[in-house]
């Protein structure tokens, strides 16, 4: 274990007994470096920025029932990409619906005709693994 890691779980234990200043340092330290990865995962900066927020929310809230045994750093960066691929794909089941509803609402002056299809990436988590599969969803079209 590196010292980095050494000092990261100090500040997570401290955190567990309610230490705001140590959870303040945490924040410090990763903040900045989570939202440049949220935002590679997302390409939305604003959106990159509440993800993490909301995880920083969440590791407070939770500080107490939360098990971090090896490292801070991992859990972190692993937090932000399942929230972010949530994010993802709550965007494209809006979209997908959106296009639906769109289209329904001109049939009746078109053909029914499909909606136009793209194949998008879609990562899937698999226990620690994750592996890009492509799906087709309705494009909407403006």
């Known amino acids: 274990m590196n010292k980095v890691t050494d000092i990261d779980l100090q500040w997570y234990e ?7 200043p140590a959870f303040e340092k945490l924040f410090q330290k990763y903040y900045d470096p989570l939202c440049r990865y949220a935002q590679g995962l997302l390409a939305d ?5 509440d993800v993490v927020q909301d995880m920083f929310i969440h590791f407070w809230e939770n ?8 490292s ?3 859990y972190f960066y692993t937090c932000i990409r399942h929230r972010a691929l949530k994010n ?4 494209a089941l809006h979209q997908s619906s959106s296009s639906r ?5 001109n049939s009746s ?7 136009p299809m793209t194949r998008l990436p879609v990562t899937l988590i698999h226990g620690h693994a994750s592996t890009i599969r ?4 309705p494009v909407c079209s403006s």
């Open 134 to 137: 492509f799906t087709t969803l």
């Open 109 to 115: 002056s078109k053909s029914s005709a499909s909606p």
């Open 101 to 105: 509803f769109l289209q329904r609402g």
């Open 72 to 74: 801070l750093r991992a």
């Open 88 to 91: 993802l794909q709550k965007q």
């Open 14 to 20: 401290a955190v567990r007994q309610d230490n705001y």
């Open 45 to 49: 900066g604003s959106l990159a920025e």
């Open 63 to 70: 500080r107490i029932k939360l098990q971090v045994k090896d």
